[in-house]
């Protein structure tokens, strides 16, 4: 029994140090005390389900991925230097006006308030592009990395996502998102849910790259893009 509980609050801990909040933000997240976080972390406590429940609410995730093995073991201090790179070398974006597709990507974290910078343009970019016909959106967040570890958006980048995904809805034709795990393709399937935008968008995640690659493309009905 020890090392079971010892194991899901392992597990607890790793998804909340990708997730990038603290214990405290998990408990205001999911409605528990942080000292009953800390003590299940420690595999203190024998969590009952209702509490499961809400500890997967509060990180954003299917029970069942909760159970499902994807170890992470990302430092805060290497997600930390994940942010320091100039924001244009961490956001990257193309317009291709044949396709009607907007293509961009993230290389390391991105805060809210550089979300809110980057929606802007994108917002501005689907709107002229929406002047042929609905968009196509291809989201390449597989780089998002500490050395070489996962991670996934922090919650209030993820609210600000949420709030772009709403508007983004209207003008979608089809929506691809490349992710960087399991973890990042729950959170995100579970958000598309919540915005409407999930009868258009595909979230894609497997260890091979080229796949993925080919697989957005299909979806997407492209053949090739030109740079």
């Known amino acids: 029994m020890d090392d079971l509980l010892h194991q899901f609050g392992q597990r607890m801990k790793e998804l909340r140090g990708a ?33 499961i429940e809400a500890i997967c609410h509060g990180l954003d995730v299917d029970i069942g991925y909760f159970f499902a093995y994807e170890p992470f073991a990302v430092h805060s201090a290497s997600m930390k230097r994940a942010y320091r790179k100039p924001l244009e070398e961490r956001f990257v974006y193309t317009a291709h006006e044949e396709e009607r597709l907007l293509e961009w990507q993230i290389n390391g974290g991105i805060t809210d308030r550089e979300l809110t910078k980057i929606g802007s343009v994108l917002m501005r970019h689907c709107v002229d592009l929406s002047r042929y016909g609905k968009v196509k959106l291809l ?78 493309h299909e979806r997407l009905g492209i053949v090739c893009l030109k740079p």
């Open 19 to 51: 997730f990038g909040i603290t214990q405290e933000g998990l408990a205001a997240r999911s409605g528990l005390d942080r000292t009953y976080i800390g003590s299940v972390e420690r595999g203190e406590r024998n969590v009952s389900l209702l509490n």
């Open 139 to 216: 989201i390449d967040i597989r780089s998002m990395l500490a050395e070489g570890q996962s991670f996934v958006f922090r919650p209030e980048v993820l609210d600000r996502w949420e709030q772009l995904q709403r508007w983004a809805v209207p003008y979608c034709d089809k929506v691809v998102v490349l992710c960087n795990s399991k973890f990042m393709q729950n959170q995100i399937q579970r958000q598309s849910v919540r915005s409407g935008i999930a009868p258009v968008q595909d979230c894609l995640y497997e260890l091979d790259n080229q796949w993925m690659e080919e697989e957005a």
